[in-house]
């Protein structure tokens, strides 16, 4: 990605912007759609066109500033609302056309969209609307009704799995209505990260955030805590029992490229097997007893203090940071050493080989000949690759491009439909 396209733009007479880039696929699979028309408008005023663009051959757009609140609405609780909302329409040929209504934009941040067009046929409409939610921060959500850290569970001694996916059911547990979804991992906890923390925040405040959401969501993947309980799904959207995750919304590029490296953390405690069950609320930094305050988190970190005496602060002295290597559906796990340009060990011929899939699919990446060579086209092509997963450019195959190359790859292979 060119640094020169997301340089925010000035700050003019207390005008602020944050970034937007569109990224377009089919809805079954990663396949990208190229040409489509984007359209971006302003929620408070819909009639009005800010921009039109069109996606590149790998479905990406071209990053764009659009206005944003003050900064300072989004560093503590405040009255106005501290991100601007726009519609943004996506249209292809043959496809449905999808509105996105309510993207999020915070200032001094850069924000990711991915929009999934289905191919539009007989039995569905010409267009479909997704109304995103307000932010946690923001929005009159629920509060967290506490629960144990630590659950009760048959003893076992397995071994901590990081999922492929966690079913989300989207309402709260006993709402039989409410749709179930099958979400990547990472892609949930992006999502959460996004919805309940402002990506404007210090890192130390965020990497806070994204533990105590990795760990929570582990815990009730790793004692089936709902299914034990009789339902079909891993986890819910409801603040009061689990955490915020709005179904389609954008989520910031700081805060994407943070989880791909931390996504098999978990925080745990000595002598307990299960994931700590880390929980979080609103409040100020004393205002949720047992649980992590989101603003009391910021308020540390700018104060200067560091992500683990954040944690630290909130849930005990005893809390560490663990991390599993077992991670569904990886069948070569990371071997700990970056893959780069000169590179003679690793499974350099195993790259190649899911790059040569992708691209199939993604053109912009070159075909390799499968050497076990890490040439100047090998390192190339993992520069494409790393522009099309958000990650950032450097042509080497660290742990997140690794894993982000093998979900791709596991993606691209498993799907059934394809855009056409």
């Not at 209505?177 to 309940?196: G, Q």
Request: aromatic share 12%; charged share 20%; with cysteine.
């Amino acid at each position: 990605m060119d640094n020169t396209d997301k340089t925010l733009r000035p700050i003019v007479k207390d005008q602020y912007y944050g970034n937007l880039q569109i990224q377009v696929v089919c809805e079954a699979g990663r396949r990208p759609i190229d040409t489509a028309t984007i359209k971006i408008y302003d929620r408070q005023n819909p009639d009005e066109l800010i921009e039109s663009l069109t996606t590149d051959i790998s479905g990406i757009t071209k990053i764009i500033a659009l206005k944003a609140p003050l900064l300072e609405y989004s560093m503590e609780p405040s009255e106005p609302m501290p991100y601007s909302e726009y519609l943004v329409v996506a249209s292809a040929p043959g496809l449905q056309t999808v509105i996105i209504d309510g993207v999020q934009i915070l200032p001094e941040t850069t924000s990711i969209q991915l929009i999934r067009l289905p191919v539009l046929d007989s039995t569905n409409e010409t267009s479909k609307v997704y109304v995103i939610g307000p932010h946690f921060l923001y929005g009159g959500y629920p509060i967290k009704v506490f629960e144990p850290e630590v659950k009760e569970m048959p003893e076992t001694d397995a071994t901590i799995t990081i999922p492929e996916y966690l079913i989300v059911h989207n309402g709260i547990p006993s709402d039989a209505s409410a749709p179930d979804y099958y979400v990547e991992y990472k892609d949930y906890i992006k999502n959460v990260v996004s919805s309940i923390a402002y990506a404007n925040w210090t890192k130390e405040s965020l990497y806070a955030v994204i533990l105590s959401v990795l760990s929570f969501s582990l815990n009730r993947y790793f004692t089936n805590w709902y299914q034990r309980q009789g339902y079909s799904f891993h986890i819910t959207s409801s603040t009061a029992y689990d955490q915020l995750w709005l179904f389609r919304r954008n989520i910031y590029e700081n805060i994407s490229i943070a989880v791909d490296y931390m996504f098999n953390l978990f925080l745990a405690r000595p002598g307990i097997l299960q994931p700590i069950l880390t929980q979080s609320c609103r409040g100020n930094i004393l205002d949720c007893p047992n649980m992590m305050s989101l603003w009391g988190a910021k308020a540390l970190a700018d104060t200067g203090y560091d992500t683990m005496y954040i944690l630290h602060f909130y849930y005990g002295d005893t809390l560490y940071i663990s991390y599993s290597n077992d991670i569904d559906s990886v069948d070569f796990p990371w071997q700990g050493e970056p893959l780069k340009k000169g590179s003679q060990d690793g499974n350099i011929r195993g790259l190649q080989k899911m790059l040569n899939l992708l691209a199939r699919v993604y053109p912009a990446i070159p075909l390799l000949e499968e050497d076990n060579i890490y040439g100047p086209m090998t390192e190339a092509a993992v520069t494409d690759f790393q522009r099309i997963a958000h990650l950032p450019e450097t042509g080497v195959v660290d742990s997140a491009t690794w894993y982000s190359l093998t979900t791709f790859y596991n993606t691209l292979m498993s799907a059934e439909q394809r855009c056409q």
